[in-house]
């Protein structure tokens, strides 16, 4: 997979692929990333990139006509062809579809990807409707400039290729994970356990010493009973989804004995709430 940046601050990338798995992926041929200095495709002594906005108001915007000739330079398909050659163009922006993992999980099934990064009060927005095939913003918040958000929407796509991560099962593993199998219940009471996170978070996860500042690890994590193992994790998963983003519960894949779980722990709280109100 290749992944192209454009941006007026090359210099940013200069370190981020020289580490951990984004520097292997590269060294086993899986990825390959170049960074485009936006100046290069100007044609002015001043080299200018930006410009003041119509219509006036703050800052500077960044003119069309650069980002088009690097676009072009790449030689990738014709727009509407790009989709199904598996090539995208994607501008990062604030205004754009928030990105998650169900997006990484797309982009990971491209064989390039041009990345935009945006600077000052923002891009033209013919780049929007001409040039890109999508807006992305990596969170409710503004950044400076799109050259983090470009590393993020890298990193999170690379890392699902595979091939790049050690055990390719650790994707689903992880918050926000597949669910990459169901395991039917013999009783016919539908689905009994779920395999693969099944889009929750993540379950806690504990290493030497046993005993920490007075916190000793869950025993049941030395058991050696997979099954006991599997179960606590799976119910770890379920409260800290619970606490922190209930919101995932609403489209997360649950088994029979994740929602008798789930509904243990609603009745539990809700019966701290109402000892509170007596
Ligand atoms: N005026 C813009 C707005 O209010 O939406 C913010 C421009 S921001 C200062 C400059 C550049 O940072 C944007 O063009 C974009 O490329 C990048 N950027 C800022 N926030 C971002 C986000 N949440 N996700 C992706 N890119 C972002």
Redesign the pocket.
């Known amino acids: 997979m290749r992944f192209d940046i454009i941006t007026i601050f090359p210099g940013f990338f200069a370190g981020i692929f020289e580490h951990g798995v984004i520097k292997r992926a590269i060294q086993g041929g899986l990825l390959e990333v170049a960074v485009h200095d936006l100046r290069e495709f100007t044609h002015d002594r001043h080299r200018t990139v930006d410009d003041r906005p119509f219509g006036g108001g703050e800052g500077m915007v960044l003119k069309p006509e650069p980002l088009a000739e690097a676009v072009e330079h790449l030689e990738l398909a014709p727009r509407q062809e790009r989709r199904v050659k598996g090539q995208t163009v994607i501008l990062?922006?604030?205004?754009?579809k928030r990105y998650s993992q169900a997006m990484a999980r797309e982009l990971a099934q491209n064989s390039r990807v041009v990345l935009l990064?945006?600077?000052?009060?923002?891009?033209d927005e013919r780049v929007s409707e001409l040039i890109a095939d999508q807006e992305?913003?990596?969170?409710d918040?503004?950044?400076?400039?799109?050259e983090l958000?470009a590393a993020v929407v890298l990193d999170t796509t690379m890392r699902l290729l595979p091939g790049v991560l050690g055990n390719q099962a650790s994707s689903e593993y992880e918050s926000f994970g597949l669910a990459d199998g169901l395991l039917e219940s013999k009783t016919g009471e539908g689905v009994s356990s779920i395999h693969g996170a099944g889009g929750l978070l993540d379950y806690p996860h504990y290493t030497r010493p046993a005993e920490f500042r007075g916190l000793t690890v869950p025993e049941v994590l030395s058991s050696g009973n997979h099954e006991q193992i599997r179960r606590w994790r799976r119910q770890q998963a379920i409260r800290k989804t619970l606490r922190n983003r209930p919101d995932l519960l609403q489209t997360a894949a649950l088994s029979t004995e994740d929602r008798s779980y789930l509904r243990t722990l609603e009745l539990h709280a809700e019966g701290a709430q109402s000892k509170d109100s007596v």
């Not at 918040?141 to 799109?146: D, F, I, R, T």
Request: proline share 0%; aromatic share 8%.
């Open positions: 990062l922006s604030a205004q754009g990064c945006g600077r000052y009060e923002g891009v992305l913003s990596i969170g918040y503004v950044l400076s400039g799109g958000a």
